[in-house]
């Protein structure tokens, strides 16, 4: 799969899945703008991509409009076109309705559902130019039902939709949009919620996998292969899809063992 002279954006790329997209896309030959919030992280992943030319590092919060009116900005004045975006930049959250303070609510909305509705929107007259494609990186927790993650699940099921509308409102454009929803897969994510140490983190991961029929947590380069193939040529007539990279969770599962996992 070949990507050279096209430009990928990918949101969320200074860590975990994003910065293993990045990677494999600048491996494909893609010209890159990357976004994060963290400038020190998102330097090291550019250095990581890096070849004859260097990734665009932009240093943005995607929950606020400026973050994306400039990511946008940023991106086109650099290359003039966008071939591909990539939005996954997300947070996570560990609440129920009892115990949710709005506060979190709107953090996660803000960023995992506000903020890729904005860039979209500010980015989609540029992917019509080049009849290019939007990956959406969701979760298996919107469509598993769980207690424990609600307004994280919300989210995810909102951005399925989401992918499900505009593939067919920009399918007419040429455009593609799909979804790529990963199963548990080794990250930031968890830490940061939680503030687990490294070894309890590692004990976490041990006990997901115990419930995946595959039994083996996701790393993020398994992700990042979806996402790279489903935005490949390979891929041109495959829209509006939801693509789960997940070591074969079914809701089944994901109702009884996820939800213990959870609740711990
Ligand atoms: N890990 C999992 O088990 C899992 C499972 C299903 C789905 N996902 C989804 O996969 C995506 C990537 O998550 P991950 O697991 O790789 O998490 P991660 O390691 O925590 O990385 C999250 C990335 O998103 C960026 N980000 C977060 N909020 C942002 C904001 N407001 N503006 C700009 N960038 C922001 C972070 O940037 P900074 O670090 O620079 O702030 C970081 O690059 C998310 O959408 C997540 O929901 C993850």
Known sequence: ??????VVLVTGA????GKAIAILFAESGARLA???????????????????ERPL???????TDEGCERTAKETLERYGRLDVLINNAGVGARTNLLSTDMAIFDKVFSTNVRGVYN??????PSLIETKGNIVNISSVMGTAVAVGVLPYSMSKAALDHFTRLIALELAPKGVRVNTVSP??????LVQRLTGISDEQYSDYLTDMAKGIPMRRVCQPEHVAKMVVFVASEDCEL???TVIKVDGGVDLAVESSEIKKQIQK
């Open 14 to 17: 200074s860590a975990g899945i």
């Open 238 to 240: 495959v829209t509006g």
């Open 183 to 188: 199963g548990v897969t080794v990250s930031e």
């Open 57 to 63: 590092e932009i240093v943005a919060d995607l929950s």
């Open 119 to 124: 860039l979209t929107r500010l980015l989609a």
């Open 34 to 52: 990357i976004v994060g919030r963290n400038a020190q992280n998102l330097r090291a992943v550019a250095d990581a991509c890096a070849k004859d």
């Open 1 to 6: 799969m070949s990507f050279n002279d096209k």
